[in-house]
């Protein structure tokens, strides 16, 4: 039987498990993971954490610990999230070191909360860096306009960061420069810049899903026959925003020193609509020097049933931004806003993740509670 997920690593796209628990990491799942499904890098959110810990046992220990001390609602649910992640570090250790600190990366994020707030989100960064401390920590800050200059400045602190929820191309491009005068800054602070490292998560699926209401809602059968483009252009799009920034004399010189282009990372490549191909997010993106994290689901049905030809993954992105200009310019002549779009979306993404946080609270103080 073919490898499939062999394949696609082999075609340059690291494969990401966006999913982390306390189980899968005491099971041996995640090991299984490593070594059968190549996965080497793991993505968490405040939703996944919220699952975790509402749906499994393993926390029961640390939890009546935590309790028994008079731990704080925030100490706690730190001190939960940081300690599996500070795991999942130590699992990915030799997947770090094999390919010099570019995969083995495992992702936190900070308080969504602060999404809209540089200076806390700095804050957060920083303290999330020296908890876990461990050298192939990432840690995500949301791509909001306010999130910018923090991303700037947690990069200029020699941190390595995941910058979430990216939907525009413009926003993306935004990114990218935050990321440039981040090296910048942290070169003139002394910073060792082979160390620092960062992806850049491009949401996929969410942009169909929002593109695809707002075409049904017009009806036309113009407007039909475009639902599923928009995410994978867009998408295609983004590869060619990052092949020109990091192709400037601008980033050579950075280059020079040991800096490393920031990945595209594919996310949220699990399909919603079942009337599309499972695998639909996985095989449309394939391109080198990228991250694909998927959930398991998707994971497996890569596995079992990834398109291949002649026994390869063939690039499915290199050259394609012209076609994808083609579907945005017939998007707007259809009438869909955009940007409307985008910004929607951007909106949507906080308010999720502050509502998980929230959850992830809730769920923490009760079993606080209980433990007492």
Not at 79 to 104: I, P, S
Not at 116 to 128: I, V
Not at 329 to 352: C, H, R, S
């Amino acid at each position: 039987m073919t490898d499939l997920l062999k394949k696609l690593s082999e075609a340059g796209v690291s494969i990401w498990l966006d999913d982390l628990s306390r189980e899968r990491l005491q099971s041996g799942n995640l090991d299984e993971l490593i070594r059968d499904k190549h996965v080497v890098g793991v993505t968490t959110n405040p939703t996944i954490f919220a699952s975790a810990l509402a749906d499994g046992e393993a926390y029961t220990e640390q939890v009546r610990e935590l309790a028994a001390r008079g731990a704080s609602l925030d100490e706690s649910v730190r001190e939960l999230t940081t300690a599996d992640v500070r795991h999942a570090c130590d699992k990915f250790r030799e997947v770090w070191q094999a390919t010099d600190g570019v995969d083995g990366r495992v992702s936190i994020e900070v308080d969504p909360g602060v999404a809209r707030d540089a200076d806390a989100t700095l804050a957060q960064a920083l303290d999330l860096w020296k908890t876990v401390d461990r050298p192939n920590l990432l840690i995500k800050i949301p791509a909001t306009e306010e999130g910018l200059p923090a991303i700037t400045k947690t990069i200029a602190e020699g941190v390595s960061v995941n910058v979430t929820l990216i939907f525009s191309v413009e926003r993306y491009e935004a990114v990218m420069d935050a990321y440039l005068d981040g090296l910048e800054q942290a070169k003139a602070n002394g910073h060792d810049l082979r160390s620092i490292h960062s992806v850049a998560s491009f949401f996929v699926s969410r942009v169909d899903g929002e593109v695809d209401k707002r075409l049904d809602a017009i009806g036309t059968p113009e407007a039909q026959a475009l639902k599923g483009q928009a995410a994978v252009a867009n998408a295609r799009l983004a590869y060619k925003a990052f092949q020109d920034v990091f192709a400037t004399e601008r980033f050579a010189a950075l280059a020079a020193d040991g800096a490393r282009p920031q990945r595209p990372l594919w996310a949220s490549t699990g399909v919603k609509n079942p009337d599309y191909p499972d695998t639909l997010y996985v095989d449309q993106l394939v391109v080198a020097d990228t991250v694909n994290t998927m959930p398991e689901k998707t994971l497996n049905a890569v596995a079992d049933h990834g398109r291949i030809t002649d026994g390869v993954f063939t690039d499915t992105v290199t050259g394609t931004d012209e076609d994808a200009t083609e579907v945005f310019t017939a998007l707007a002549d259809a009438g869909i806003d955009i940007d409307a779009v985008f910004l929607a979306l951007e909106n949507e993404g906080v308010e999720k993740f502050e509502k998980s946080w929230t959850e992830l609270l809730e769920t923490v103080k009760g079993q606080l509670d209980s433990a007492k």
